[in-house]
């Protein structure tokens, strides 16, 4: 990647649709394929896997992930100890995930999976994308980002890439 990019940069480019494969009348057992990647992904979208409040716990590779994002170093070390509140809703493929900052400031987006969206950073940019869930795992691809998020022994992971930087963090469900 040439130069330096700054936060929203995200360049999102076309994105084929993926998500749930729907369609049948019939229900599938979960005694007969176990295993199956549909079964896994109805059993997904039927519990409402990523529903709830989830509260920062752990963090990899912050300070560096932040400066590749281009924020100062005032706002890196202010941000530094933050317990970010994610709440996310999920009704089959529809999400609204809200990140609450202290201070007051948040962030809401709202998409449906396989669906091109809008969506916003949390320094008020802009980008077009289309959210999956591939494997269980939601997933935000664009030119110069990638975000995963899943989620692992009721904890919410997420994994960010942006300009070659890994960040990841990692929040309780406290609701």
């Not at 084929?16 to 229900?27: E, K, V, Y």
């Not at 529903?51 to 400066?67: H, L, V």
């Not at 996310?88 to 400031?105: K, R």
Request: proline residues 3%; charged residues 25%.
């Amino acid at each position: 990647m040439g130069g330096k990019e700054k936060w929203g940069d995200f360049g999102a480019e076309p994105q084929h649709p993926g998500g749930f494969i729907s369609g049948g009348t019939r229900p599938l057992s979960t005694t007969a394929l176990p295993s199956h990647p549909l079964l896994q992904r109805l059993q997904l979208f039927g519990s409402m896997a990523f529903t709830g409040k989830y509260e920062t716990e752990s963090e990899k590779n912050y300070d560096e992930f932040m400066k590749r994002l281009g924020l100062s170093s005032d706002r890196i070390e202010k941000g530094r100890n933050f317990k970010v509140i994610s709440e996310i809703q999920q009704d089959g493929q529809n999400f609204t995930w809200s990140q609450h900052y202290p201070g007051g400031h948040s962030i809401s987006n709202n998409f449906t999976i396989g669906k091109e969206t809008e969506m916003e950073t949390v320094g008020n940019k802009k980008f077009k994308v289309t959210v999956k869930m591939e494997g269980g795992k939601v997933v935000v691809d664009s030119a110069n980002y990638h975000h995963t998020v899943e989620i692992v022994d009721g904890k919410l992971v997420e994994v960010s890439t942006f300009g070659g930087v890994i960040y990841e963090r990692v929040s309780k469900k406290v609701a």
